[in-house]
Nanobody, 115 residues
Framework: QVQIVESGGGLVQPGGSLRLSCAVS????????MGWYRQAPGKQRELVAR???????NYVPSVKGRFIISRDNAKNTVYLQMNSLKPEDTAVYYC?????????WGQGTQVTISA
């Protein structure tokens, strides 16, 4: 059974930084491309960053240059370093396989950007 546990969210001021972590168990983690998603109030969940099994990364334009996704296969963990945060980054952040989520969603981690 696959378990996903996201952490690292919080309340920060605009321009601040956060580092999110997502620990995944129950799979051969290194086999999978992974993604970070977010869901803002009243909006659909969207994929914002992905990292392939070989470490290639992609970002949506709204976060490119500010967010960095990475993975540590030894720890079965994917990270999202978020810099220069904006109020519009406020959302619950989730991880899953990229593009077509394969597993049940974790609880997510709330990120709130506010002065």
């Amino acid at each position: 059974q696959v378990q996903i546990v996201e952490s690292g969210g919080g309340l920060v001021q605009p321009g601040g930084s956060l580092r999110l972590s997502c620990a995944v168990s129950g799979i051969i983690f290194s086999d999978y491309h992974m993604g970070w998603y977010r869901q803002a109030p009243g909006k659909q969940r969207e994929l914002v960053a992905r990292v392939t099994s070989s470490g290639i990364t992609n970002y949506v334009p709204s976060v490119k240059g500010r967010f960095i996704i990475s993975r540590d296969n030894a720890k079965n963990t994917v990270y999202l370093q978020m810099n220069s945060l904006k109020p519009e980054d406020t959302a619950v952040y989730y991880c899953n396989s990229d593009y077509s989520p394969r597993w049940s969603w974790g609880q997510g981690t709330q990120v709130t950007i506010s002065a």
